[in-house]
């Protein structure tokens, strides 16, 4: 587990905040169950996240899946 000084603050644009809050809430549940994203800032977080993938700034890892119980399990 992460802990607090594992993280930074950033700023994003408001209109980007709107944007990926409104889609975030329209699509929680598929969010939750496909990425284990249960949280706007965890939505953020992956798209940041896969976004720098594309653009090969930091490395790809094993893609996870969810169970039903919510535990994540990485399929490789």
């Known amino acids: 587990m992460l802990s607090m000084r594992d993280w930074t603050a950033i700023s994003i644009p408001r209109e980007v905040y709107e944007l990926a809050k409104k889609y975030y809430e329209e699509h929680r549940q598929e969010l939750a169950l496909t990425y284990g994203v249960r949280s706007l800032s965890a939505f953020i977080n ?10 090969g700034a930091i490395e790809a890892s094993p893609p996870k899946t969810v169970s039903s119980s919510g535990e994540k399990k990485s399929q490789a």
């Open 46 to 55: 992956l798209c940041i996240r896969e976004y720098c993938k594309i653009l």
